[in-house]
């Protein structure tokens, strides 16, 4: 998280920079001007989460008898029959877990503002489900993708109480 940041303030620099030499050479209504903007409105936003994100002491998800409970993803616990599948996933050298849900329990499972913003985009690159990134983990994606998976096989094998 923190060479997340890093990079973040260089970009910033770096847009602060392009900015300041296309007002230079170009003045006010330059296309470099406006780029440099872009980038320092962007990345300081991707920045000041970044901190806010490393300073958070939060569990990352906790895992529950009941559920899975993923704060980034859903203020509600996602139950273990709703889990479909559990997928390992690696974009750019990042390490992530996918839940693919149950259809009807991913309509109904209220998402959090950060997972609604990254929904569209996880589906232009495959992904079915919400995620879970491997940052903010205090063990490795894999132990923690086979923690999930024997949950959801003990929930679906335990004997359910079936009523009149």
């Known amino acids: 998280m923190a060479l997340l940041i890093a990079g973040a303030l260089a970009f910033v620099v770096i847009g602060i920079w392009i900015g300041h030499m296309g007002y230079v050479e170009e003045g006010a209504g330059s296309f470099r001007l406006f ?11 991707c920045g000041v989460v970044g901190l806010i994100k490393l300073f958070d002491r939060r569990d990352a998800i906790s895992i529950r008898p009941d559920g899975l409970l993923v704060p ?3 203020p509600s616990v996602i139950r273990w029959t709703d889990i479909e599948a559990v997928r390992l996933l690696e974009i750019k050298r990042q390490r992530m877990i996918e839940l693919v849900l149950d259809p009807e329990a991913s309509r109904r499972l209220p998402r959090s503002r950060f997972a609604r913003m990254l929904e ?17 983990l205090d063990r490795p994606v894999e132990e923690v993708a086979r923690l999930i998976v024997e949950r959801i096989d003990a929930a679906r094998s335990a004997p ?5």
């Open 72 to 74: 980034d993803i859903s």
């Open 120 to 136: 569209n985009a996880n589906r232009s690159l495959g992904i079915q489900g919400p995620c879970i990134a491997g940052t903010g």
């Open 35 to 45: 780029i440099g903007i872009l980038s320092v409105v962007f990345f300081g936003f």
């Open 160 to 164: 359910s109480i079936e009523e009149p």
